[in-house]
T-cell receptor, first 116, second 119 residues
Framework: GENVEQHPSTLSVQEGDSAVIKCTYS??????FPWYKQELGKRPQLIID?????GEKKDQRIAVTLNKTAKHFSLHITETQPEDSAVYFC???????????????FGTGTRLLVSP | GAVVSQHPSWVICKSGTSVKIECRSL??????MFWYRQFPKQSLMLMAT?????????EQGVEKDKFLINHASLTLSTLTVTSAHPEDSSFYIC???????????????FGNGTRLTVT
């Protein structure tokens, strides 16, 4: 089955620095790659996603890149702020049990700490 | 849009009792919902895929007789943890996607989660 690896497990940066989180996946059929931010005790919130027909997507300070050949994708956060501190999860889609529907496999998470 | 509501947000129960968790899609119809479990400082692990009007599909290692899933309508899925034990204590989160997104999956929206503590 699909295996999604995520690195690093923890990342500490100074406010204003950039942060990069990397994920690799194993299933070449995966075609949807979302990133979620989860604050302590709360639900995961979708922050950005990318589909396999594009190589890069940007939304203000957040960007995601996808290399389908190498089967890896990365989250880039620029000009980090203390409120960016949270756990970030990548995910990759795999075929679900019903035709035309996919499900997500999550990475192990990255705890990002942004110090003022 | 795409709001998923989950209830209760937390529950404490005694070992051996059953607990029901509800997941509702508030502003869209969800033919499929997903149930995840998250242990402290760990990732989200998919437990099962719930499909309206048919049996749920369970991931490997998840006991279907212990985690009963019912998806009786297009906006409601329930997860019942039967004969709960302390090792079932976890954060349970449901999710759903608005339909009709073509080839690629829709963004998955999560409920608030239910923190279950079994004493």
């Amino acid at each position: 089955g699909e295996n999604v690896e995520q690195h690093p497990s923890t990342l500490s940066v100074q406010e204003g620095d950039s942060a990069v989180i990397k994920c690799t996946y194993s299933d070449s059929a995966s075609n949807y790659f979302p990133w979620y931010k989860q604050e302590l005790g709360k639900r995961p919130q979708l922050i950005i996603d990318i589909r396999s027909n594009v190589g890069e997507k940007k939304d203000q300070r957040i960007a995601v890149t996808l290399n389908k050949t190498a089967k890896h994708f990365s989250l880039h956060i620029t000009e980090t702020q203390p409120e960016d501190s949270a756990v970030y999860f990548c995910a990759a889609s795999i075929m679900g049990p019903y035709a035309g529907f996919q499900k997500l496999v999550f990475g192990t998470g990255t705890r990002l700490l942004v110090s003022p | 849009g795409a709001v998923v509501s989950q209830h209760p947000s937390w529950v404490i129960c005694k070992s051996g009792t059953s607990v029901k968790i509800e997941c509702r899609s508030l502003d869209f119809q969800a033919t499929t919902m997903f149930w995840y479990r998250q242990f402290p400082k760990q990732s989200l692990m998919l437990m099962a895929t719930s499909n309206e009007g048919s049996k749920a599909t369970y991931e490997q290692g998840v006991e279907k007789d212990k985690f009963l899933i019912n998806h009786a309508s297009l906006t409601l899925s329930t997860l019942t943890v039967t004969s709960a034990h302390p090792e079932d204590s976890s954060f349970y989160i449901c999710s759903a996607s608005p339909p009709g997104q073509g080839t690629y999956n829709s963004p998955l929206h999560f409920g608030n989660g239910t923190r279950l503590t079994v004493t």
